[in-house]
């Protein structure tokens, strides 16, 4: 029995730290000092990077809502 709900800690720890690592890779690469990346001199960059990370947290998070983990 108790095991059994380490295991189930354990997920949930997993989870968050799975949707916490998304947006800690994206900003580490714009993070990085490089002048050929050509979405900095795009006017929609960096809202449009703002919007990857919640819709990739979103999807996350559905998913792991749906599978139970958290």
């Known amino acids: 029995q108790m095991s059994v709900r380490q295991n189930d800690d ?5 989870a968050w730290a799975a949707m916490a690592a998304v947006p800690t890779m994206i900003a580490g690469i714009y993070g990085m000092n490089f002048d050929h990346m050509p979405e900095l001199h795009w006017v929609w960059a960096y809202p449009a990077v703002i919007a990857l ?18």
Do not use: T
Not at 10 to 14: Q, Y
């Open 53 to 70: 990370m919640g819709a990739l947290e979103v999807l996350l998070y559905r998913l792991f809502k749906r599978r139970g983990w958290l």
């Open 10 to 14: 354990m997920r949930k720890i997993s």
